[in-house]
Structure formats: structure tokens, C-alpha cells
């Protein structure tokens, strides 16, 4: 069964910087894009980056210039580099990447468990 681990979350200053990884468990034939998502309380989930299986990226305006999406598929892992933090940067953040667990089959959109990311003083 495939399942997406996230990790790197955790509790940061204003002004101060977090990275959070995304990988998977379980046997799969290929990933195409990955992205970030984050969902505070109260509101939807909302894109925050993607990247193409070709390193092709988008941002949501709120996090140009701060955060940076990158990709290693060599480890089918996805990281989030979180840079010059801001109180409504918290949120929970989720990793979803678009796979195909086998060559015959449809690929599909996995979804993380989420990972907290909290930004107080």
C-alpha cells in the first residue's frame, strides 16, 4: 500500500525557517507532480507549491520569494524549504503527489497525513 510520510514540521519564531520532507512507503511505477498544500482552521486547503516530474514549479503569491518546492526523484521525495516565516504561515501542512502505483493502472492522487507548522514569538 502506498502512503505518503511527511515530516519537518514543528513550532518557529517570525523571521525563522523550517523544511519539510514528503516521501513514500510502498512499492509504486512513477510519480508525476508533487505539491504542497496547507489548511488552517476554519478555511479550505490551499495550494502553497507544486513541481512537475521535470522540476517545473508554481507558488501561491503569499510564499514567493520565501518558500522554495524541490524535488529528489532518485528518493521520491519532495521538500518544502520555508524561509522568513510569518504568523499566518501557520497551518497544517500536507504533501499530495500524482502516482502511478503500476504501469497498467491510472494514477492517482495521494495525499500526507498532514504536518503541523506553527509560526509564533
Known amino acids: 500500500q502506498v502512503q505518503l510520510v511527511e515530516s519537518g514540521g514543528g513550532l518557529v519564531q517570525p523571521g525563522g525557517s523550517l523544511r519539510l520532507s514528503c516521501t513514500k512507503s510502498?512499492?509504486?511505477?512513477?510519480?508525476?507532480?508533487m505539491g504542497w498544500y496547507r489548511q488552517a482552521p476554519g478555511k479550505q486547503r490551499e495550494l502553497v507549491a507544486s513541481?512537475?516530474?521535470?522540476?517545473?514549479?508554481n507558488y501561491d503569491d503569499s510564499v514567493k520569494g520565501r518558500f522554495t518546492i524541490s524535488r529528489d526523484n532518485a528518493r521520491n521525495t519532495v521538500y518544502l524549504q520555508m524561509n522568513s516565516l510569518k504568523p499566518e504561515d501557520t497551518s497544517v501542512y500536507y504533501c499530495?503527489?500524482?502516482?502511478?502505483?503500476?504501469?497498467?493502472?491510472?494514477?492517482?492522487?495521494?495525499w500526507g497525513q498532514g504536518t503541523q507548522v506553527t509560526v509564533s514569538s
Open positions: 499530495n503527489a500524482d502516482i502511478r502505483t503500476r504501469s497498467y493502472l491510472p494514477t492517482r492522487t495521494y
Open positions: 513541481i512537475t516530474s521535470g522540476g517545473s514549479t
Open positions: 510502498g512499492s509504486i511505477f512513477s510519480i508525476n507532480a
